[in-house]
């Protein structure tokens, strides 16, 4: 039997505290799912995966092997994350969301229902400190917190959960039209390169494809279509 005082010092000094980090990837694009992700990290595992190299998903730049990093991160976080549950979140659903001015409203919504379903947390943290603000009324101990992803690690674990999500949903896009089209540039946002894209698919087809999301204006192809954007008021999207 261990004696009293080698038990007692062999205890840590610090509480291994329960974490739910929030975030999401493809709130911006104009083409594709935005994926919402939610990620329970207690503070021992916080600490071995940042030390494995954990950061916000953005840190590891763009391309296949910034990709690659990130999916070997993901496998990692989900095999030792003591909960993980994403949901893919639709262009129409988006849509039809922003067309009543409710795409925080969306994101809330979503994260409530992680929140519910996730075990019980000391802290419970998501990236938007104004997007998110009004949950704080509705969960004791819940905050939000612009960049968290930044600075705390089931934040950044959640972005690269919903991250490779996202690109895995939007490789699949790219390899149904780039054959014939050329290349998705830039991740489907709403950058130079996708909106010469879509004006190529327009020009060919005479409509958007299936994947675009209405509910952000397309200048660029209104002459060719006119205005696609589903009816109701627009708001600021990032």
């Known amino acids: 039997m261990m004696p009293p005082d080698m038990a007692k010092s062999s205890k840590s000094p610090f509480p291994n505290r329960l974490t739910l980090g929030i975030d999401e990837a493809g709130r ?3 083409i594709g799912p935005m994926v919402m992700a939610a990620v329970a990290l207690d503070s021992r595992t916080a600490a071995a ?17 910034a990709h690659a990093i990130r999916s070997e991160l993901a496998a990692e976080i989900r095999s030792r994350a003591k909960f993980v549950v994403t949901f893919e979140i639709e262009h129409h659903e988006i849509d039809q969301r922003v067309a009543r001015n409710e795409l925080n409203l969306l994101e809330r ?7 519910d379903q996730a075990p019980a947390c000391d802290k419970i943290i998501a990236d ?16 939000s917190v612009d960049r968290a992803e930044e600075h705390h690690a089931a934040v950044a674990a959640a972005s690269v959960i919903a991250k490779v999500i996202r690109d895995d949903r939007f490789n699949v896009i790219r390899r149904r039209y780039e054959p014939e089209l050329g ?40 002459d060719l279509i006119g205005d696609t954007r589903v009816p109701g008021p627009q708001v600021e999207l990032f």
């Open 183 to 222: 290349p998705i540039a830039g991740g489907g946002y709403a950058n130079a390169a996708t909106r010469r894209w879509l004006r190529a698919y327009v020009e060919r087809y005479g409509r958007l494809p299936d994947e675009a999301r209405r509910s952000w204006p397309y200048p660029y192809v209104a």
């Open 109 to 115: 919504e979503y994260a409530a229902q992680m929140i």
């Open 128 to 143: 938007g400190k104004r997007m998110f603000h009004a949950l704080s009324l509705r969960y004791t101990q819940f905050i």
């Open 49 to 65: 995966l940042t030390r494995k190299g954990l950061r916000d998903s953005k840190a590891y730049g763009a391309g296949d092997d």
């Open 28 to 30: 911006g694009p104009a």
